[in-house]
């Protein structure tokens, strides 16, 4: 019987770099939630399932109790905020924690096998720039270039900023793995820097700044952090200033459209300060506005955030928060920060526009303290991870940067691209264990 165990241990664990490529390809195909969350299901958690079953003690690696710890309190707040308890919603949160839970458990094995590994990567690139050539072309045969802010057009988010994280996670995955690991397979060596510069500017023209903020912080990390292959250093760092070279060349050489319309989207869905509003078409049939959006973009989130604070302090809640699932009257709320919610029948659903003050809002300091110590965990496994900690050491640090002023939630439906820029790289980074435990073989 213990042999069979093993057998099927290994089996398992030598199976999780494909199941890192079920979990990451989807967000860059044309597939819909409903077939993500059953792929997700079939060829994730149910191999998480089975390896928990063989080898529980996998579970005892710090990364993953606080994984564990962060999922079972804020499920816990999700059930505080319902007022009626229904058995669909009992089930949604059990479903949602099993999303994270257990494919968190296979993929942290995947970088067990380091050739196997170089080559689930590479295939995740192979899709993501696939995915990113024909967004391109489709979106701009129709948008203006280069003033149209980005979208994925494979599979559409409806918001360039998520649309954006896509590509910027697909490009830090290439360019760390490019420095410090390279791919086993030497025909496939130089595969990750081809990749990289194509992403790169889908990722730029986006015109995200807090994207781009991530994208730099994460990269300086890979380009500062490496101790060893210079010459990819130095490429790298040279490939990156050509990109950035060519997208600011693009949007100066550019002819501007002024005019005023009727923005169809978000105001913080706009490109900068400009005195004439300018008329940015998107594919779907909307138009985002530059100028007056711009101050909006960057101002809104300021009282997003003192509504936030201010809701905290008249409640005294600061602890254990204020609970998830709960609505918000439009009443109670600051006029600054009401003109940049979407508001629908007088009800508002709180936007936080960013990881930590989520965290803090909805969790407390109780909540924020598992957030920060899941991240910190993370980025110090990361940091001893040798190969296996450094792509997902650049992963964390991007998305903890882009916590600082995106993301709406954390406990997220399979289909969010939070999940791709959160979790997934939390996931790599519990997976390498500590010096004195053993690996779970």
């Not at 257990?102 to 192979?126: D, E, G, K, Q």
């Not at 490939?239 to 169809?264: D, H, K, N």
């Amino acid at each position: 019987m213990e042999t069979i165990i093993y057998k099927i241990r290994k089996l398992l664990q030598g199976y999780s770099p494909l199941a890192l490529v079920f979990l990451t390809a989807p967000f860059f195909l044309p597939v819909d939630k409903h077939l993500h969350r059953n792929i997700l299901l079939l060829f994730c958690a149910f191999p998480g399932i089975l390896l928990t079953l063989v080898n529980p003690s996998c579970w005892k690696r710090a990364g993953l109790i606080y994984i564990l710890l962060f999922v079972v309190f804020y499920e816990g707040q999700e059930l505080r905020g319902i007022s009626h308890w229904t058995l669909s919603n009992v089930r949604m949160i059990g479903m949602q924690a099993l999303m994270i839970l257990f494919p968190a458990i296979i993929i942290s094995h995947s970088t067990s096998n380091r050739r196997l590994y170089s080559v689930a990567i590479c295939i995740i690139l192979f899709i993501a720039v696939i995915s990113s050539i024909c967004s391109m072309v489709t979106y701009y045969s129709e948008a203006p270039f280069p003033e149209a802010r980005f979208e994925f057009t494979v599979r559409r988010s409806g918001n360039p900023i998520p649309d954006s994280w896509r590509s910027a996670f697909a490009a830090v995955l290439a360019g760390a793995f490019f420095i410090q690991t390279g791919p086993q397979l030497k025909r496939l060596d130089w595969f990750p820097l081809v990749c990289f510069p194509i992403l790169l500017l889908t990722a730029f023209y986006s015109h995200s700044r807090s994207t781009a903020l991530a994208l730099m912080a994460a990269l300086a990390v890979s380009i500062l952090g490496v101790k060893k292959q210079i010459k990819k250093t130095l490429l790298l760092f040279a490939v990156t200033s050509a990109a950035l070279l060519i997208y600011a060349g693009s949007l100066y050489f550019a002819p501007r459209q002024p005019g005023i319309v009727e923005s169809a989207s978000a105001p913080s869905l706009t490109l900068a300060d400009s005195q004439e509003p300018t008329i940015f078409p998107t594919r779907s049939g909307g138009f985002l506005v530059a100028g007056e959006g711009g101050r909006i973009a960057a101002a809104g989130r300021l009282a997003i955030w003192r509504d936030h604070f201010s809701r905290m302090t008249s409640a005294k809640v600061w602890l254990v928060g204020h609970g998830l699932g709960k609505n918000c009257f439009v009443a109670n709320m600051d006029s600054d920060a009401k003109s940049c919610y979407n508001v629908k029948d007088n009800v508002y659903q709180l936007h936080a526009h960013s990881g930590y003050i989520w965290a803090l809002y909805h969790g407390g300091l109780i909540g924020l303290g598992l957030l920060l110590v899941l991240i910190c965990t993370a980025g110090w496994n990361a940091l001893r991870g040798g190969y296996a900690g450094y792509v997902s050491g650049a992963l964390v640090v991007f998305s903890g940067t882009i916590l600082l002023v995106e993301t709406q939630r954390l406990l997220v439906g399979v289909g969010s691209l939070e999940y791709l820029i959160f979790w997934i790289p939390l996931a790599l980074a519990a997976g390498i264990p500590s010096r004195n435990q053993n690996s779970c073989t």
